[in-house]
């Protein structure tokens, strides 16, 4: 554990690294997100220091729902629920509540790390859960698994994601090729918000083929997803020549993917990356109820996503 105890923290808490076969994450404590991922040297996750804020959300764990709630309202079981507005600007509730909170370790081994956030019932969401992420490094790159119990007497409503942004050395967004395993899109408004869906064939969004992003820009939940054998599915990105790539990969709890050519960032992380993140259910689930996730009293909700770099 890097934990820098003897002075001031680092605005990221604790700081965690995990290790084997050339592969290195390190975990932080607040948020209990992924600060940097590499392999044999190469980094694949474009992270932040453990010192600063993670900018854009990066490698934050979005729990206990993914993306937006319009105006932070919605009514579960009869109870109607009011969440603060994190996202002012566009009178939205966004990316769940254990961002900010920080995490414990639970079990810790040279090669992985668990770590957990008690998250407390609060106003807007009144159910208490325990949220836990076991995070390995090997031979097939980075692997998360993902756990959510219902600690709480009533049934409550989940939904998860995690927000990497996935880089290649030395290639802007412009330059990357991606692919992504999905027929159709949410339309959005200006908030953001789902208001329809299209399909992808035939048109811009169609990545179902790997395709060079060129100037395309991408805030974009996909969904209408085509499983692998297994049920689960990913999303890869790779440069022009083929000599790198890496992937992000999900198992069957995930049936959507956001993808997020950066282009809202300052500085020199404006299209540096993209943001490839598999989620459970779309934008706005907690209203629309689609693909949402009930969990009943002790029922824990268990799933596993990755990050596979080129070559191995």
């Known amino acids: 554990m890097d934990n820098q105890r003897g002075g001031p923290a680092p605005l990221s808490g604790a700081q965690w690294t995990i290790n ?3 592969h290195e994450a390190v975990l932080v404590e607040i948020g209990g997100g992924l600060r940097a991922y590499r392999a044999d040297g190469i980094d ?28 932070g309202r919605y009514t579960f079981e009869g109870e109607p629920q009011q969440l603060s507005l994190t996202e002012p600007q566009r009178h939205n509730a966004i990316h769940g509540l254990v961002s900010w909170q920080p995490w414990r370790v639970a079990e810790q081994t040279a090669d992985a790390v668990t770590l957990e956030c008690p998250m407390p019932a609060q106003p807007g969401y009144p159910w208490p859960l325990l949220v836990r992420t076991t995070w390995r490094v090997g031979d097939g790159g980075l692997r998360a698994e993902q756990e959510i119990t ?7 409503p989940i939904g998860f994601s995690v927000h ?43 990545f179902t083929e790997p395709k060079r992003i060129g100037a395309g820009v991408l805030d974009t939940a996909f969904g209408d997803v085509e499983r692998d054998a297994d049920g689960g599915s990913r999303v890869e990105l790779s440069t022009v020549d083929g000599q ?12 959507w993917w956001q993808v997020f050519t950066s282009d809202t960032l300052a500085g020199d992380r404006l299209r540096r990356s993209i943001a490839i993140e598999p989620m459970t259910c779309p934008p706005d689930a907690f209203r629309s109820g ?4 009930v969990l009943e009293p002790g029922q824990t909700w268990r799933a596993s996503w990755g990050i596979t770099p080129g070559g191995r």
């Open 290 to 293: 689609r693909d949402l996730t």
């Open 20 to 22: 084997s076969g050339g």
């Open 44 to 71: 694949y996750v474009d992270g932040y220091g453990a010192d600063e804020l993670p900018i854009g959300c990066a490698g934050q764990i979005l729990a206990p729902w993914p993306n937006r709630i319009r105006d």
């Open 150 to 156: 219902n600690v709480g007497h009533k049934s409550c």
């Open 164 to 206: 990497p942004y996935l880089s290649l050395p030395g290639v802007r967004v412009d330059d990357m090729v991606l692919k992504v395993p999905a027929r159709s899109r949410l339309l959005v408004d200006s908030r953001l918000l789902p208001i329809g869906a299209a399909k992808v064939a035939g048109t811009r969004y169609d």
């Open 244 to 255: 790198h790539s890496v992937s992000v990969w999900a198992d069957e709890h995930f049936g």
